[in-house]
């Protein structure tokens, strides 16, 4: 082959590739009226979006230390999924550390009102989306993991399904770790803040089969214990979820696999209520 044909066929692949990939990312500004700040995000939208129809929307929350871009530029697969699941997808900013709750010793921490309530808001009123909690979804990884089964469970009215992928879905276990105790004070001092700010206790909430969950956790990541106690605890409640678990560490190379799963499962629940 001459390298003229070479490059011929090159380039027509990569065309034909930027054609078939057709997902648009943008980066937006959104505004946080509790929080009174713009707060930036990642929105992607897939290929059929300008035929005029409504999508169903997945909140997508990145881990501790990161940002709204994580996703995008961490997990290449992410890129793609708006399209293949035919939903929206956001990736909000949760400030590096926040764990998605309003903090009680900070006032100017509100990531619970800002994801649940003003930035539901703000994407249904500039996308076409599925305006209530059946074309509504939130998953996320590690912080975002914790945040989006918190978030999904005491706003069950904006979210219809939710999923974690090695979530810190106990966080008292760890009383010194990712900044907790900046925004809840100390383990010591403020158990109940801890004990009512923490996932696995707040399954009372649920009425079974009111949402559909879905928990993912490597067997050697260090949240791989409070998972499998948060699957138990479920299981003992009747609280009908999937569980998945493979080999693997809390790291970007099991998440860009994990996240597959989370959106094959939240796009089986949108058209089970379509």
Not at 231 to 255: C, S, V
């Amino acid at each position: 082959m001459t390298f003229s044909r070479f490059l011929f066929l090159l380039t027509s692949f990569v065309c034909l590739h930027q054609s078939v990939w057709a997902t648009k990312i943008d980066t937006v500004d959104t505004y946080s009226p509790s929080m009174k700040k713009t707060i930036k995000a990642v929105v992607l939208t897939p290929d059929s979006y300008a035929a005029g129809k409504e999508f169903p929307v997945v909140y997508l929350l990145h881990g501790h230390g990161g940002f709204y871009g994580d996703w995008v530029k961490k997990a290449p697969a992410t890129r793609n999924l708006a399209d293949t699941y035919q939903a929206i997808i956001v990736c909000p900013d949760g400030n590096a550390s926040s764990w998605y709750f309003d903090s009680p010793v900070d006032p100017a921490s509100k990531y619970e009102t800002y994801v649940a309530k003003e930035l539901v808001a703000w994407v249904d009123s500039h996308y076409k989306t599925i305006k209530n909690r059946t074309g509504r979804a939130i998953t996320g990884l590690s912080m975002g993991g914790h945040g989006a089964l918190y978030l999904a469970f005491k706003h069950q009215d904006v979210f219809g399904a939710a999923g974690s992928m090695s979530g810190g879905v106990d966080i008292r276990p760890f009383p010194n770790n990712w900044d907790m105790a900046k925004w809840l004070g100390t383990y010591a001092q403020n158990p109940e803040r801890w004990e009512q700010h923490t996932v696995i206790n707040l399954l009372h909430l649920l009425t079974p089969g009111s949402q559909a969950l879905i928990i993912d956790c490597g067997t050697d990541d260090f949240f791989f214990r409070v998972n499998t106690n948060l699957h138990q605890k479920m299981l003992d409640m009747n609280i009908a979820h999937d569980y998945i678990t493979r080999p693997g560490a809390h790291n970007w190379n099991y998440w860009n696999n994990a996240v597959h799963y989370q959106f094959l499962f939240m796009r089986m629940y949108f058209d089970r209520k379509g």
